[in-house]
């Protein structure tokens, strides 16, 4: 399933890379996160 993530979380981006590698699947990056 694909995640969403907020766009604060892009200062992680070692860790959003190691998410998108293991799981795959795309990540949504939002201004306000909604699931």
Do not use: A, G, W, Y
Not at 1 to 12: E, F, N, Q, V
Not at 17 to 30: D, M, R
Request: aromatic letters at 2%.
């Amino acid at each position: 399933m694909p995640r969403i993530m907020p766009i604060t979380d892009l200062r992680k981006t070692n860790e959003i890379s190691e998410i998108c590698h293991k799981s795959q699947e795309p990540i949504f990056v939002t201004l306000l996160q909604r699931r």
